[in-house]
C-alpha cells in the first residue's frame, strides 16, 4: 500500500533526530552514573519501530 509506505517513510526522517539524541545521550553519559540498563522505545501509527538499549557508561563506546 503505498500510503502505508509514504507514513512510515516520513515517520523515519520525523523520528531520527530522536533516535540521533539517544544515541548522543548514550556517548556521554557520565562514569559515575549507576550501572543500569535502560531502554527507550518508539512505536508510530504507520508501524515504524525504534528502540535503543544503554548498558552501564562502561559499556558504550563510540568507535
Avoid: C, H, I
Avoid at 7 to 21: C, G, N, R
Avoid at 29 to 48: C, I, K, N, P, W
Amino acid at each position: 500500500d503505498e500510503e502505508l509506505l509514504q507514513e512510515a517513510l516520513f515517520d523515519a526522517v520525523v523520528t531520527a533526530p530522536m533516535e540521533a539524541y539517544w544515541t548522543a545521550l548514550a556517548l556521554n553519559s557520565s562514569d559515575e552514573s549507576e550501572q543500569v540498563v535502560d531502554m527507550a522505545f518508539l512505536g508510530t501509527r504507520a508501524g515504524l519501530l525504534r528502540s535503543s538499549l544503554f548498558v552501564g557508561s562502561e559499556k558504550v563506546s563510540d568507535k
